[in-house]
């Protein structure tokens, strides 16, 4: 007990210390880090410090400190923990952020002090549109661009009922609208779920009522578990094909094992890029933490390459917040996503892939590539964001 | 006449924080201390009900969400006076105390628990469901509230006006507490069933206090919205509601004062553990189960042991 | 309205009712029995997913995981009990959930710490695996039909336990007048430990049976702890028989409100309001329930005892 209480005192005394070293680049990274929506964090997490190592553990050249912060997955701890950083620590820029309430929280406080953000997954449709700011970039998407590519690629196919279903709250309802903003086909049903609902047979007798030709879902982590599981088991996966976004993923994928087989989605990576600086970092990322990246890996992999190249850029400015946001707006970096760059809004303009899961000749269960369905595909909020 | 001297020593203290913080350029514990003062302001307010009344309930965080959205949805719509988000923040959530507490205050023990947990979880799932106001992701508030002159978008002033409720919500239900009103809801709650023969109106002094308490909460909810600038359901999330009730506990249940205590141990906690370990839940955990198998009285009761050996 | 549907959810709601009765029966034995509100019943619930996952991973039998799940949560919570919760029987309810809380937090981390925040695989065992007609036309997964046998099976093997063992005397004894038995010179310490071994058990196994349907990863149990709470206390807290009532009640009217209110609020105020309000209203309409009986019964359905 003592000791605990010495090391306790040792921590707020360590935390207390003012920042010393001036031309060093002090980086943020704020993400959901403990209780049970934990694993996106960690996955964004190593993604970016594998970045950093490529970039020889010296953003730009500069020598570079990351302060780990956890947002709890409570906007209110978010903002807290996001002055911290800004107020004591005085960091140059902050990056990571799984949630889309915790980004829109830290948004405010960050753009203030004009500290640069560079989101490594959040990518909220309000900060893409009315209140887009300089000092933002997405290193990873906007929400609703996975959607939309999933929707475009069924209306080219020709499907003409669907039913749609999403959990009842915000993302939930921008994903279907972004869906339905390229699908023009019918849909049969359009369901809001709980959130964090664990079981769906009530919404599957629903769709097997309904005998849709596809049935589109967006179901983040443990509930897009849940619903993959018990959708294979009710036996409808043949007979009624199952599209999805960052529903079935390499986070999710270890769970759902076989249920997830002849599932579809839509993603703007897949590890099996030909690209030379994706094939570097499923490598390099293989070697280092022993497993296959997941597409969140890959975005904090991207967010470390976009801020390497702006503090390069910038040169000795880099700790200026208006001259490193200048500099990220025009950095030209080597995306794990082969082409890569930012519209007005300082969101990507990229190519969406087809993915199918599937089970390989050695019983593994994997997510393939089967081409592009959307090339070049910029995002539906930039025309509200002002700047130019 | 020594304890008085120690509040008002303390309470100077506590007004000159910003002004040191300040001084040695660290305004970072401004904002820190702030959300100590609002969730101190609730945990008093839940001591009201809970150490006073004898009614544990794990739905506060209803009305700091009433009073965050009460904040938040005027804000939308242009209306930037602090006075106005409070008086409906009051309001509102004195209602909803009345509306849920003619309910739930037919039940006791731990019935009582659930019916208000159950309340707070209703209205949790009305504000995911609030399209308008942001739902989930929630709702960024550029504009800060202003009070006459002073403008609470500033980390002191907002301060300083936290204190003041803090205080003032201190003083009220002290005051209450030792009046008459204060003896009754004490008499019901060490035993009910004499004090009813007596001739007591037990259910109406427990509803005003569980109004009064809610009205309290919510403005804890509204200086939140205040120091944050952004209102999300999950400030009314049920482990919401329990962190609350750990405050009190924390600082001793039934001694007011000590939600302010409470409040400052738990979030200071969060603060220390979380910069010692990936797993500080694991010993916030341990922590709580220690105190509630050791010391009954929180860290008010660990003071006075402390006291009394010295 | 399509009768093949309001069958298949009328199955699906018995199914969730079921399964809310293993949570629910546990929790109430617990609390008629020694006073304890147990908030970290869902961590039971958890730890026999856990070890269910576990098992079956290594054993690839999912018996095996079964009985591990079984064995695992009734050590757990022997130990916890005898370790901790059993200095509280007669401590305020305060206290009570100040503990439990603090355990939910070092359950839900333990987890993570051992078995990492992913979440863990567990495939249905392949004789269960396809769908059942249960009328011509009718298809329903044949794993969710034994989910229901499961429970039924469970309820009555407990109806059986509490009405003819000797066991069961003891615990009926224990519910009306704790004081009691003890009086009577049974080891009562002993007896509490099984009791709460007992409803580990009962919740791990709804755990472990959930585990094929479900994602299982830390914090899991919480959302199904909540609804257990609101099943025992509509029930009657305290009382076995009202938990059975209310655990399919309350199975019942979730899944009834999901599959059909917001179609019905469609007619009734159109579809923009329906869109708007009727997921918000299924998701309120439980609580709604448990609003309405508190305020005609404030002691639940099947009052066990006051206090």
């Known amino acids: 007990m003592r000791k605990l209480v010495a090391t306790a005192v040792a921590g707020v005394l360590a935390a207390a210390m003012p920042a010393t070293a001036q031309d060093a680049l002090k980086v943020g990274f704020v993400a959901t880090f403990s209780g049970p929506n934990a694993a996106l964090g960690e996955h964004l997490y190593q993604g970016f410090m594998l970045g950093l190592d490529h970039a020889g553990g010296k953003f730009g050249g500069m020598a570079t400190e990351v302060l780990k912060e956890d947002d709890q997955l409570k906007p209110d701890v978010g903002v807290q923990v996001v002055r911290k950083l800004i107020e004591r620590d005085k960091v140059d820029v902050v990056s990571g952020v799984v949630f889309s309430n915790v980004m829109m929280a830290i948004h405010k406080p960050l753009t203030e002090a004009k500290t640069p953000m560079i989101s490594a997954n959040a990518g909220p449709s309000p900060i893409a549109g009315k209140l887009c700011s300089p000092y933002f970039f997405a290193a990873s998407w906007q929400n609703d661009q996975s959607h939309e590519a999933v929707g475009r690629h069924l209306q080219t196919k020709g499907v003409g009922r669907v039913f749609l279903m999403a959990p009842n709250y915000q993302a939930g309802r921008d994903g279907l609208a972004g869906f339905k903003r390229y699908f023009k086909g019918e849909v049969l049903g359009e369901v809001y779920t709980t959130v964090n609902q664990p079981d769906y047979s009530a919404e599957l007798a629903q769709i097997r009522a309904a005998k849709p030709e596809a049935v589109y879902v967006f179901y983040p982590g443990g509930m897009g578990v849940n619903f993959v599981k018990q959708y294979a088991q009710a036996g409808l996966t043949k007979e009624f094909p199952l599209y999805s976004a960052f529903t079935v993923d390499a986070t999710t994928l270890p769970a759902q094992g076989e249920a997830a087989v002849g599932t579809f989605t839509a993603a703007f990576w897949s590890d099996d890029l030909a690209n030379a600086a994706s094939k570097r970092f499923v490598a390099d990322y293989r070697k280092k933490y022993g497993s296959a990246p997941s597409t969140y890996a890959a975005q904090g992999y991207d967010a470390a390459r976009l801020l390497d190249a702006g503090v390069k850029a910038a040169g000795a400015k880099a700790t200026d917040g208006t001259a490193l946001a200048a500099a990220l707006k025009q950095a030209k970096f080597e995306s794990v996503r082969g082409p890569f760059r930012f519209n007005t809004n300082n969101f990507p303009i990229h190519d969406f892939y087809l993915i199918e899961t599937v089970k390989g000749d050695d019983g593994q269960v994997r997510q393939v590539n089967r081409g592009v369905v959307f090339k070049d595909h910029a995002d539906a909020y930039a025309s509200q964001c002002p700047m130019k | ?310 | ?307």
């Open chain 3, 1 to 307: 309205m399509d009768p093949v549907l309001v069958l298949t959810q009328a199955l699906n709601g018995l199914q969730l009712g079921v399964m809310l009765f293993l949570m629910a029966a546990g929790l109430t034995l617990v609390f008629g029995i020694m006073g304890l509100i147990n908030l970290a019943h869902g961590a039971l619930y958890m730890a026999g997913a856990y070890a269910m996952a576990a098992t079956v991973a290594a054993t690839d039998s999912f018996l095996a995981g079964i009985a591990a799940a079984l064995l695992a949560a009734a050590a757990v919570g022997a130990v916890v009990e005898m370790a901790a919760l059993r200095r509280l029987y007669d401590r305020d309810h305060l206290d009570q959930v100040l503990a439990t809380f603090g355990l939910i937090l070092c359950f839900n981390e333990l987890v993570r710490l051992i078995w990492g925040p992913a979440a863990l695989f567990v495939t249905v065992p392949p004789a269960l695996s396809g769908t059942v007609e249960i009328f011509a036309g009718v298809p329903y997964p044949a794993y969710r039909l034994a989910v229901i046998a499961v429970g039924i099976a469970v309820a009555g093997g407990l109806y059986l336990l509490i009405a003819r063992t000797r066991l069961g005397m003891l615990i009926r004894a224990g519910a009306s007048n704790r004081t009691m038995v003890a009086a009577l010179g049974v080891d009562i310490r002993l007896l509490y430990t099984a009791v709460f071994a007992l409803g580990a058990a009962l919740a791990a196994l709804a755990g472990a049976i959930a585990a094929p349907l479900l994602s299982v990863e830390p914090g899991m149990g919480e959302p199904v702890l909540i609804l257990t709470l609101v099943v025992i206390v509509v029930g009657g807290i305290g009382s076995i028989r009202g938990a059975f009532v209310a655990a399919l009640l309350i199975g019942f009217i979730d899944t009834m409100g999901r599959a059909f209110l917001p179609a019905m609020l469609r007619e009734v105020t159109g579809p923009a309001t329906a869109a708007a309000v009727g997921p918000a209203l299924a998701s309120m309409l439980i609580y709604l329930t448990m609003a309405v009986v508190l305020a005609v019964r404030p002691q639940g359905l099947f009052a066990a005892r006051t206090g």
């Open chain 2, 1 to 310: 006449m020594a304890r008085v001297a120690v509040w008002a020593g303390l309470l100077a203290a506590a007004i000159l924080l910003p002004i040191a913080a300040d001084a040695v350029g660290e305004t970072y514990y401004v904002g820190l201390a702030t959300r100590i003062l609002v969730f101190a302001l609730a945990a008093v307010a839940l001591d009201l009900v809970l150490g006073h009344g004898g009614m544990v309930s794990l739905g506060h965080a209803a009305f700091l969400g009433i009073g965050a959205y009460s904040v938040g949805i005027w804000t939308t719509h242009g209306v930037t006076s602090a006075g106005v988000h409070w008086a409906t923040a009051i309001a509102a959530g004195g209602a909803f105390a009345l509306a849920t507490g003619l309910l739930a205050l037919r039940t006791a023990g731990v019935a009582f628990i659930m019916i208000t947990l159950a309340f707070g979880q209703m209205l949790y799932f009305l504000a995911v469901s609030l399209k308008g106001y942001g739902g989930d992701d929630g709702l960024t508030l550029w504009e800060a509230a202003r009070l006459g002159p002073l403008d609470l978008g500033h980390d002191a002033t907002l301060y300083w006006v936290s204190l003041a409720w803090l205080v003032a919500a201190l003083l009220l239900c002290r005051r209450l507490v030792a009046s008459p009103f204060g003896l009754v809801l004490q008499a019901s709650r060490s035993n009910e069933r004499r004090a009813r023969a007596l001739g007591l109106e037990v259910g109406r002094h427990r509803l005003a206090a569980y109004v009064l308490s809610g009205a309290l909460t919510s403005i804890a909810g509204a200086l939140l919205v205040h120091a944050t600038d952004f209102v999300s359901p999950a400030y009314m999330g049920w482990q919401r509601s329990g962190e609350l009730v750990v405050m009190v506990i924390l600082g001793g249940v039934g001694t007011l004062a000590g939600g302010v205590f409470g409040a400052a141990a738990l979030i200071l906690l969060e603060e220390v553990l979380a910069g010692l370990t990936q797993h500080w839940m694991l010993l916030l955990g341990a922590l709580l189960i220690a105190m509630a198998l050791l010391s009954r009285r929180g860290v008010a009761g660990l003071l006075d042991r402390l006291r009394g050996r010295a």
